[in-house]
């Protein structure tokens, strides 16, 4: 007589009751595979705990060839996500090799202009230095240079029916160098130590140097409508205030009080005499609109009474950082010095000064 053949799963049993066990344990492998979603790593990980805590009852080895099933899902789905993964790191390396090399190329751009940026600042400063440093020499030392150009015209005259003035010595060849010198300022312990220039205008010398070269340090010059021949009351001088510390960027260390007692003395020569000027007042302001009803400073050049010369001194002592116990009087004659400050929108920093004897 012929044996039946009790196979399930591809799995065989030798008798009719072992038989019915695995057909019993195929049911439930049959439902859980319908209700597990095999792609899904989180059920199929859910399902292993399940069959491993015993929640399912198996009475053949069917059930431990179910788990390795779920297993073998689980680690088909991770090799899946580990080649994808791997994928995705290829390209988002392959990005940030992108971002990389564009981050580079822009860092060097910025770093190439930040080197343009500073060898011309560099050029302009050494060669800015470099020319005043030979004017003052000239100054200094007229005769070494004497001779060397025929004697200068001053530009400058009291009236029509006057002789022009006596240009001072140290200053004839810088004449001759720049017809446009009027003048010559310095400040001890700071950078201050330049030729003061006026044209008809107060924009050229904004970025020209007494060598009539672009510069954008400028010179310091005097306002257009001041007169050294004349004189007018008040001296009104500009420039720039540079971080480097040329022209006007060492004046706000008169900020300070302590600056000032130690430097209560500015030196201003015009071309037809010296100069020595005590500083009166420091304070800030600003450049006002025309139809602003205000002080302003940089309109004072001239008073037309006592009573107007002492309602603008008035106006400068209240705006002043501190009191220097200076006064002066209606017919002395006065030194403003004037940079932007940057406090505030079109802000100035100002220093007066009032001229007195040599010491």
């Not at 399940?50 to 053949?60: N, Q």
């Not at 751009?109 to 020319?131: H, I, M, Q």
Request: proline share 2%; charged share 30%.
């Amino acid at each position: 007589m012929a044996q039946t053949d009790y196979k399930v799963e591809g799995r065989h049993f030798r008798t009719k009751s072992d038989y019915a066990r695995a057909l019993h344990d195929k049911q439930i492998m049959d439902r859980l595979r319908k209700e597990t979603d095999l792609t899904d790593r989180k059920q199929l990980e859910k399902l292993k705990g399940d069959l491993r805590s015993g929640k399912y009852k198996f009475f053949t080895p069917l059930g431990q060839d179910f788990a390795e099933e779920v297993d073998s899902y689980i680690r088909e789905l991770s090799g899946r996500s580990s080649r994808k993964l791997d994928s995705y790191a290829r390209e988002e390396l392959k990005r940030q090799e992108k971002r990389r090399k564009i981050i580079i190329l822009v860092c060097s751009l910025v770093a190439l202009v930040c080197l343009g940026y500073v060898g011309v600042y560099s050029y302009f400063n050494k060669r800015t230095a470099d020319t005043y440093e030979a004017l003052g020499n000239m100054r200094d030392d007229p005769q070494a240079y004497a001779g060397a150009a025929p004697a200068p015209t001053a530009q400058y005259t009291l009236d029509e029916e006057q002789a022009p003035r006596e240009i001072l010595d140290k200053y004839k060849n810088l004449v001759n160098v720049n017809k446009k010198l009027i003048g010559w300022l310095s400040i001890d312990d700071t950078n201050i130590d330049y030729p003061v220039m006026q044209t008809d205008d107060n924009e050229y010398y904004l970025n020209h140097n007494m060598n009539q070269e672009y510069d954008k340090n400028g010179s310091i010059f005097m306002d257009k409508d001041c007169d050294i021949a004349k004189p007018s009351m008040n001296f009104i001088l500009y420039g720039h205030h540079m971080r480097s510390g040329m022209m006007f960027g060492d004046l706000d260390d008169y900020e300070k009080k302590s600056f000032w007692e130690e430097h209560p003395y500015i030196e201003f020569d015009t071309i037809y005499e010296e100069g020595t000027w005590q500083v009166m007042y420091v304070f800030r302001s600003k450049v006002y609109s025309q139809e602003e009803i205000v002080f302003k400073y940089y309109q004072f050049i001239d008073a037309n009474s006592e009573q107007e010369f002492e309602s603008n001194l008035q106006e400068m002592a209240a705006m002043s950082l501190y009191d220097t116990g200076v006064t002066a009087e209606y017919g002395d004659q006065l030194l403003t010095l004037s940079t932007c400050d940057y406090e505030e929108a079109n802000g100035r920093f100002v220093v007066v000064a009032k001229k007195v004897a040599k010491e």
